[in-house]
């Protein structure tokens, strides 16, 4: 061990304001599904949060994703149409009181958002076997997700909504698509500048969901292991009452750094 | 539409600075298996970084999650033993030169990282029926992969390493951390301070495979669909070329700004 008096991270961490942009983005990040604009993307601004897309983690760097971009019409009223019906299936499972809530809700903005996106997984990328996949298949699908939420983040940096609409029938978005059988569509993205950034999720100010408090999802060494005096969960606390209070304070003194 | 002179994302985007920590954050992140320190982790950085991962997208707001904190010597060598295990299943699967280039990686640093922490998915945490869930069932565990990518990028920019093992039987993991059937373990992360970050992915560096353009991967209107002369493709390869010379000048006149 070398001796420092410094903090061991102090070399490798970020600055202040650097940790502080990166919690801004996360915690200001949303599920958009009212608020898209029309504008249209520019090309350099797209390619970038592609690019963030693309340098996500992947099982054996295997890379499994594909990028289809969405922009006409005639695509876009197709999957429309798939969203619809799915949508109708989707409320008729709740019972009466929730489905009158949930058909009030505007879940996706297919044809609002100037640009659709759909991130799929090729599950053929790398050939049979696929360092850090042979236990577990899914890992490539897991790798897709991450991708997909770096290119979430990026968008929200770049002021562009994100909305993942997950509401349709898998085999009827493959056929749409034309993606092959080795192919599964990870996520359907509504991708567009937007009119506002809402406080909180949507479905949270809605009253659909509450936040859950994070220091109740925590254990320790196993499932339910609960050591209540655990300074983490103080730590955890604290951090939530600070991000309640402003998110650009969750960084101590991140907020007066950057102003 | 409003008149403005201005890009549509003025008023939401923001600053170069800021968005450059935050695509500095997305190319330097590192899936760790070699550089651990055995530094502890304060409190308020770990509670922090989990904050984030807390923060990230779920399908009808469900934070499916939990987060498994394992700082013991006895739970790390049992998930080490498993580790070890699966690891020579999986060296078998390649062919003999593959094996032996596989055989020389060192794919985790259970024993070396001084936290590890599982990330589950608790599949009944919002009842039978979620908002977004009806038609895909997998968007629960895509929800949770979120989670994992969020607290990736935190911890970067903490200066903390995460290492993803995947190399794990789901059985026999389930059963060391004694989770019940409806939680699935969708990562088992090592977690610690490092020596370095490295400049590329390891099995990039070590030639296991290569990073493919992005460029190729994008697609439009449908899967195969092809506009060679699309000017975002021209837009991504000017982006990679960049990023290749500087991750800091990804966004334009970031370096500068940043400093």
């Known amino acids: 061990m070398q001796d420092t008096s410094k903090s061991p991270d102090a070399a490798m961490a970020f600055s202040t304001a650097e940790r502080t942009s990166l919690y801004r983005t996360i915690f200001s990040r949303r599920d958009v ?17 592609l690019l963030a897309a693309h340098h996500a983690p992947s099982v054996g760097f295997m890379q499994p994703w594909n990028f289809i971009v969405i922009r006409g019409e005639a695509k876009k009223r197709q999957i429309q149409a798939l969203f619809t019906e799915a949508n109708e299936e989707a409320a008729r499972q709740f019972d009466d009181e929730r489905a009158a809530a949930y058909r009030k809700l505007k879940l996706a903005g297919i044809l609002d958002a100037p640009v659709n996106l759909c991130i799929t997984c090729n599950h053929d990328r790398a050939g049979p076997v696929v360092l850090g996949r042979t236990h577990v298949k899914e890992t490539d699908l897991y790798s897709t997700v991450c991708a997909v939420q770096n290119l979430w983040l990026a968008a929200r940096a770049e002021g562009i909504g994100i909305g993942w609409v997950s509401i349709l029938d898998t085999s009827a ?16 993205l509504c991708v567009g500048y937007v009119t506002e950034f809402l406080d909180r999720p949507e479905l949270q100010a809605k009253g659909w969901e509450k936040r859950l408090p994070l220091d109740e999802l925590i254990m320790f060494e196993q499932w339910q292991g609960n050591k209540e005096g655990d300074p983490l969960l103080e730590a955890v606390r604290e951090a939530q009452a600070r991000l309640a209070e402003d998110y650009l304070a969750v960084v101590p003194d991140g907020k007066t750094e950057t102003g």
């Open 173 to 188: 978005l493959k056929a749409a698509l034309g993606l092959p059988d080795h192919v599964t569509p990870v996520a359907y």
């Open 33 to 49: 599904r009212s608020q898209f604009r029309p504008d249209p993307i520019p090309d350099d601004v797209l390619g970038r949060v």
